[in-house]
């Protein structure tokens, strides 16, 4: 990315304008009684499934194991042949192409990566432009374009073969090596299941990030339901067969689920997991006065002094946030603040829940965590009070949807009385 963001501190917004232009973004997809019967089993595992996809949104399967999530998704690339029904992406009809060719336009990761271990990350990553035909000098580009998107130094990561890295950074390098081609579609199969849940959250996060830079169309599999509220635009919830139970966002999802399998899914507790659903972007942050480390001392103490604040953030030279400092501790600085207050250790990003913000916030010390952009800089703080003022917002928006949805299955009712009622009184 370094390359293309040469706008400077313009904001991420104006950084992301300039590098989509670049990017192709996402495809509709239409699933048509798409069928799949495997051999010797006389039900099928998808059974005329009927689903259309926007363009450039995430769309995530969730559904219990088994209920045919994967076979699914494997028929959208044909990696499995559909026994019946029509594919189509972009309104082009791709059943009967050449799946090698239509897996040139769509990404796919999958759970432990799927990386080949006898190749460096380079070689992986490189994998689908060479056969696509790309030179040799732009495939080289891409690879360290693809690694830096990913969050992974190219000189560091470039030559290392799979084993030698963590499991989270092989989730990030088959993230690298599914968008190599610039496909317009990412299909992602439990790509996380095998991360501790650090660094699952954090590869959802992200994920959450590239998503909002690329616009790709993503179908996402998961059975865990607050992976699939967290990253789906739009959640289907599959029962066997991959019968649909429900096609929504995650917020009709939650307050309005339609039967008792969706809301077995959606299980106790819907409304902490209302935290899942907000973004700490979305959240008014406090006012928190900084100072950066080259400033004097003297206008630290005036600041703080001056201020209604007791403490304060000391940015680093880049702007990040490196340690808060409290009055007393400047009262023992004795004219240096080299090893006054204490160091930032926990950040949450603007991206990130406030299920994680809240977590960062409940296991600080002071009760309060630093929100940092893109690139690591300081943009605000959260603390309990802003964190509880949202929860109750949210909740209390829950309960007026709960009550509107209640007054429109009245109406319904009472409608539907009515017209029972002509009907009777007509024959
Ligand atoms: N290659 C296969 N041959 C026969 N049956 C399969 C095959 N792959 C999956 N199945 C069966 O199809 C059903 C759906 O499987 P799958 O799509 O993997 O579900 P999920 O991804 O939701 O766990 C299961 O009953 C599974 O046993
Ligand atoms: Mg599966």
């Known amino acids: 990315m370094s390359e293309t963001s040469g706008a400077g501190n313009a904001g991420p917004d104006t950084a992301d304008s300039a590098e989509t232009t670049k990017t192709t973004s996402g495809a509709t997809i239409h699933l048509d009684n798409l069928t799949k019967r495997y051999p010797g089993n006389p039900s099928p595992a998808v059974d005329n499934v009927t689903m259309d996809i926007k363009a450039g949104e ?3 399967f969730v559904g219990p194991s088994g209920c045919g999530k ?9 990696l499995i042949e559909p026994t019946s029904g029509r594919i189509r992406i972009n309104d082009e009809d791709v059943t009967d192409i050449d799946p090698v060719k239509l897996r040139r336009k769509i990404g796919y990761a999958i759970q432990s990566s799927g990386l080949f271990p006898h190749m460096t990350v380079a070689e992986n990553i490189a994998l689908v432009p060479r056969m696509a035909g790309w030179s040799k000098s732009k495939v080289k580009d891409r690879v360290e374009e693809m690694l830096d998107l990913v969050g992974l130094d190219p000189r560091e990561f470039h030559g290392r073969y799979p084993r030698a890295l963590s499991g989270g950074q092989q989730q990030r390098v088959g993230v690298a090596r599914a968008l190599a081609a610039d496909p317009p579609v990412l299909l992602m199969d439990e790509p996380f299941g095998a991360v501790d849940p650090i660094t ?4 959802q996060d992200e ?11 993503i179908v996402f599999v998961t059975h865990d339901f607050d992976e699939a509220i967290k990253l789906g635009d739009r959640i289907a919830v599959l029962r066997e067969r991959s019968h649909i139970a429900q096609f929504d966002t995650p917020e009709a999802i939650l307050t309005n689920p339609t039967d008792d399998f969706v809301s077995g899914f959606v299980g106790a507790g819907a409304a902490l997991k209302r935290l899942n659903l907000t973004r700490v972007r979305d959240v008014e942050m406090v006012q928190f006065p900084t100072v950066t480390v080259d400033d004097p001392l003297q206008s630290i103490f005036n600041k703080l002094r001056g201020g209604p604040h007791n403490e304060l953030l000391m940015l680093d030279r880049r702007n990040r946030p490196y340690k808060w400092l409290r009055r007393g501790d400047l009262m023992r600085a004795r004219g240096s603040l080299a090893r006054a207050g204490q160091l930032v250790h926990d950040t949450v990003t603007r991206d ?11 296991t600080d010390s002071g009760g309060r965590a630093a929100v940092t952009g893109r690139r690591g800089e300081f943009i605000g703080v ?3 009070h802003t964190l509880m003022n949202s929860v109750q917002e949210l909740l209390e928006a829950d309960r007026l949807a709960a009550i509107e949805h209640q007054h429109d299955l009245e109406e319904m009712r009472a409608h539907q009385t009515e017209q029972e009622l002509e009907g009777g009184a007509g024959a």
Do not use: C, F, G, Y
């Open 58 to 60: 995430t769309v995530v």
């Open 70 to 78: 994967s076979t699914t998704l494997k028929m959208i690339n044909r």
């Open 200 to 203: 699952r959250d954090h590869l």
């Open 207 to 217: 994920l959450i990030r590239l998503q909002h830079e690329l616009h790709k169309t």
């Open 352 to 362: 990130a829940t406030l299920h994680d913000a809240l977590e960062a916030v409940l």
């Open 382 to 384: 959260v603390d309990m």
